[in-house]
Structure formats: structure tokens, C-alpha cells
């Protein structure tokens, strides 16, 4: 290929990998999660790997959020959730030390009350280690679900405080104590990461 306009050839050398799965009426279905996930598959050839097979670059899936399932994971945990739309949730890698961790959750809760947001919980995602190479397990993250009220907020406005939220607490973290294996993956009220 020849450079045409912005687009110059050269700067194709990554080895990054995109699989794209969706229902075009947009029906929610587990049935698409499996799809995806055979996209992965078929995807690791494009993946960075470590020195043990367990370990990579990682992963993840980009889905709607799964309102219904959340709701019944948030009320066996006395988490009131609003409507659909009408909150976000954040997928959120922590320190595994509880110290820290717990540190860099007030950090999230704050700026959520300081951004006049409604913090409304934190629920542990479940995660299995044994699944992972040793070398990735040696820093493997706590991984949580927040969820955030938007007091009213919906659509556009509800995103752009949330998106707001999200740099927010990654800089007051960052302050605290450098990264301190703190990463938000996504935080919205339409679209979560799974990593």
C-alpha cells in the first residue's frame, strides 16, 4: 500500500486484534457473550503473551450494561440501584492490599459527592486466579463493580459527569500515591469492560 492522505502504511506495525459481535436490534442475549468470547479465541494470535503461557497482554469485552443481572447482584447486597440509564457502573482494578484499596475506594466515593454524584456501593467481582500464569497472578488487582446515582442526570449529561468522575478520582489517586495499582476500565451508564 501507498500513503493516501493522513493514512501512511509505515505506521501499520502493531499487532493488536479487534473482534466486533452485535445484534443488530440490539437484543440482549448470553448466546452473544459466548460469540464473543470465541472471538478472543480465535483472536490469540494477535495477543501479546508472557514468559508463561497464563500470562498476556489482556483482554477484555466491551458489552451493554447488564442491567437486570446487576439489579439482582445489587439488591443481595442492599445496593438501591435507580432506573436503567439512570446510573453508571464502573469496573475498577484496586490494590490488592485492603489498606490501599480501601484508600483509593474512599478517593472514588469522595469525588463521586464532590462531583454531585450519588455513590451508591462498591460489589467485589468475582475472579478466578487459577485461570492466570504465575507471573500474572504475582500482581493480579482486586476487581470491583462502583455504582454511581446521576441524581437526574440521563443519556449525554449522565456520561460526561461520569466521564468526569473517572479522570477525576484516577488524578486524586495518582496524588495519593502514584498508580498504586489503581485503573478504572470503564464507568458508564451504557457500556461496561470486562477484562
Same mark, same amino acid.
Given at each position: 500500500m501507498r500513503p493516501q492522505g493522513l493514512y501512511d502504511p509505515r505506521f501499520e506495525h502493531d499487532a493488536c486484534g479487534v473482534g466486533f459481535v452485535a445484534n443488530v436490534h440490539g437484543a440482549r442475549s448470553h448466546a452473544m457473550v459466548d460469540r464473543a468470547v470465541e472471538v478472543l479465541k480465535n483472536l490469540l494470535h494477535r495477543g501479546a503473551t508472557g514468559a508463561d503461557d497464563g500470562s498476556g497482554d489482556g483482554a477484555g469485552l466491551l458489552l451493554q450494561v447488564p442491567d437486570e443481572f446487576l439489579r439482582r447482584e445489587c439488591e443481595r447486597r442492599r445496593i438501591a440501584l435507580p432506573p436503567p440509564g439512570a446510573y453508571g457502573v464502573g469496573m475498577v482494578f484496586l490494590?490488592?492490599?485492603? !489498606?490501599?484499596?480501601?484508600?483509593?475506594?474512599?478517593?472514588?466515593e469522595? /469525588? %463521586?459527592?464532590?462531583?454531585?454524584?450519588?455513590?451508591? !456501593?462498591?460489589?467485589?467481582?468475582? /475472579?478466578? %486466579?487459577?485461570?492466570? !500464569? %504465575?507471573?500474572?497472578?504475582?500482581s493480579v488487582p482486586a476487581v470491583a463493580q462502583c455504582f454511581v446515582g446521576g441524581r437526574g442526570r440521563r443519556g449525554a449529561e449522565l456520561e460526561r459527569k461520569l466521564y468526569v468522575l473517572r479522570k477525576q478520582a484516577e488524578k486524586r489517586v495518582a496524588l495519593l500515591s502514584g498508580d498504586a495499582g489503581f485503573y478504572v476500565a470503564s464507568l458508564s451508564s451504557r457500556t461496561i469492560v470486562y477484562k
Open positions: 490494590p490488592a492490599a485492603e !489498606g490501599p484499596r480501601r484508600r483509593c475506594q474512599e478517593l472514588v469522595e /469525588t %463521586a459527592a464532590d462531583e454531585e454524584l450519588e455513590f451508591l !456501593g462498591w460489589r467485589e467481582v468475582p /475472579t478466578e %486466579a487459577a485461570a492466570l !500464569g %504465575a507471573l500474572a497472578r504475582r
